[in-house]
């Protein structure tokens, strides 16, 4: 047969789809599969079924991660993995994650049923906790090395969260730390997602060829007042944490939107203790995040925002308290495979234009290990981590047609 | 014997009140016992039993007011009520509401042990839900029937807990709304509490002779804008309704300061949905309160805070839920009572001073069916509805005595 005319079956991905989209289904339309969740263990079984039924090997790893394996008879040929996540954020979207995931296995499933034999091994995976749950990318960093025993201890989600969740999962911390994978032995990593922007439908593009992916880092800040009665207590001797922290939230926007056009920072959060209406707030802690596509603007804007932050607490009187809870550096995609993929969508007579991407991905851990290529389809609306979040059937399908061919093209030429 | 050589017995209301600062006791020398938490339950059996061992009748209305009774032999003779509350704030001190119960049952206790005949009964009572954990003053606006089937659809702490604390104590909706007394058999109602500021410290003075209690609003705020991926969507296309809450606490705060400086409010907490690092906030839902002395102020205040919200809630293009969760006018306190005080302290040779009261109390339920009056006990550094809550052992001696000569001479003149 001749690879150019092989085709994914489109009814069998939708099918797939369906029946992901209700595990975890929220009234809205939404999924809820926080990492290690009950929903989220449900699908990680669901995953490991359906890599089963198609005939697929099934390799578990110590950080958690899932693969189904299409091994080729050469033991020391090189894997080609292709993946994404299966973990949503709170009350997120169907697509996020999801259509990677279904689009490596639909391209696994398609090569096997049509009997082409490969040199590599392809290697569909579901990345542990890409949503940061936990700690974000963390099931991706652990495969490329990037995993620290300082890591573990301040995470975006708590240490209890993390050793609850290992622990219902049934992993270790140990095997967090030593998942890595040897770099010779990888040949690359793609990965189909959606936009999460609108970017692709303003331009009439159906394909995004992703250039590089935004560095993230979080912060868990936290200012200290003093718990006051809110009746008796002058509003001037007042150590109010609440007012530090909304202030620092305003001007953060502000700073970012000013001085860091390129840049986003989002305060996610926030808590008052003791948070009663007749109590001056004593604690007010916030949780803190922002993206920069080089590493030079990240520091920067790290300065810049932990400076902020400071100085609103100088000026309410408050103490502060700064906790890293997690930093993701940018990473630049492979030029050779943004080539490769923008090539088999030429030859799907699909459109490309190349984006940049703000939202982190498990590409961006992979680029330290291998060549990591992402290939973008359109969001409607832009709209993600949302129930609001939407792709078109056929757009989906398109991206998995894509993959399919970067993939015969990266395995045979 | 001469009722004015008559004296309390300091080192049982010590015993009592260190027995009672172990109930809900927090690691910092506080106290935590919200209305019908275990903590709160356990302080009420304490109570019960507290008044049985002093050979007191006791009592529980259908509001949950627990009450110990010293009755006289007449059936027909009008009651005089003293009383405060056993419930705590979150996280609380040991005094607030404590020192006014026990001063209450000491007084009865000493005119029993003293064998002293009375024409009047006295009754020692423990209001139920003073702080508002639910309601606010829920127990003596029972008792004085402003409690309406309206207040108990909205409150601060929502209808939930509502429902299952009445059920954890064993009360009813019904019996909150038929609890209310008749003013021609209640004779007037005493309340000696601590004064949660540092204005008698200030003025070098022993008791504070209140004249008036502030009125208190309490509103739900909730900001209403879009969940959206925290990396992907750009900075000036963002509905982010923890913008609209953070601006609104900072102006409530600057507003009052400015324009309102006889009066207080305060952001006691504050809650960002769906409260993830990633994701955009698409609900800020806070608690807003805030205090006047006269009803005309009062209402200029929430108008002009209610303003202020809609203004921000428009600045950053969001929706705005109000939902009211309660009210309680201000009151003045009997001139009577007040000089019955006055006239008390100063026959033990204590210092007063008239104060006006920021804090809100059982008193401004009462003053609505009878006279009612209130001393204040010094606050060390002010401090309340906290852990440092403190104040020196001879200023609650000196509460309590001031108390049972107001007691007596309103009784024998």
Not at 120 to 133: K, P, Q, R, S, V
Request: glycine share 10%.
């Amino acid at each position: 047969m001749n690879p150019s005319t092989l085709r994914i079956n489109a009814e069998r991905f939708k099918t797939n789809f369906e029946a992901l989209s209700k595990i975890g289904a929220t009234p809205d339309g939404g999924v809820h599969r926080p990492t290690f969740s009950q929903a989220h263990l449900q699908v990680r079984a669901w995953f490991r079924e359906l890599a089963a039924e198609a005939g697929l090997e099934f390799n578990i790893d110590s950080a958690g991660n899932h693969s189904a394996l299409l091994q080729c008879a050469d033991p020391e040929a090189p894997t080609l993995l292709l993946g994404s996540h299966l973990d949503s954020v709170t009350n997120g979207g169907r697509f996020d994650g999801a259509i990677g995931v279904l689009s490596a296995l639909e391209v696994l499933q398609t090569i096997k049923d049509a009997g082409l034999y490969l040199p590599i091994h392809l290697e569909a995976i579901d990345f542990t906790d890409e949503e940061g749950t936990l700690f974000g990318l963390m099931g991706s960093a652990a495969v490329a090395g990037k995993l620290t025993p300082q890591d573990l201890l301040g995470l975006r989600g708590g240490r209890n969260a993390l050793l609850s969740g290992l622990s219902r999962a049934g992993l270790t911390e140990e095997g967090l730390l030593m998942a890595k994978r040897q770099s010779h032995q990888t040949l690359g990593y793609l990965e189909v997602h959606i936009e999460q922007g609108s970017r692709l439908i303003e331009a009439g593009a159906d394909i995004g060829l992703v250039t590089s992916i935004v560095g993230t880092n979080s912060y868990r800040l936290t200012f200290l007042g003093r718990a006051d009665h809110a009746g008796t207590t002058p509003m001037d001797a007042r150590l109010d944490a609440g007012q530090g922290a909304s202030a620092f939230t305003l001007a953060a926007r502000q700073q970012v939107m000013r001085n860091y056009p390129q840049c986003v920072v989002n305060i996610g959060s926030m808590t008052l203790e003791p948070g009663a209406f007749n109590i001056v707030p004593e604690r007010a802690c916030l949780s803190l995040e922002f993206r920069a596509h080089d590493e030079d603007t990240l520091d920067q804007l790290e300065r810049a925002l932990l400076e902020l932050a400071e100085k609103e607490a100088q000026r309410f009187n408050l103490g502060l308290d700064i906790e890293s809870v997690g930093a993701h550096q940018p990473a630049l995609m492979s030029q050779q495979i943004q080539d490769v993929f923008h090539r088999a969508a030429k030859s799907l007579n699909l459109k490309t234009v190349p984006l940049a991407s703000f939202a982190g991905h498990d590409a961006q851990s992979m680029a330290s290990i291998c060549p990591a290529g992402m290939i973008f389809i359109p969001s409607v609306d832009g709209a993600s981590h949302s129930p609001r979040e939407y792709t078109e059937w056929q757009d989906c399908v398109n991206g998995a047609s894509v993959l399919l061919h970067a993939v015969l093209s990266m395995a045979i030429g």
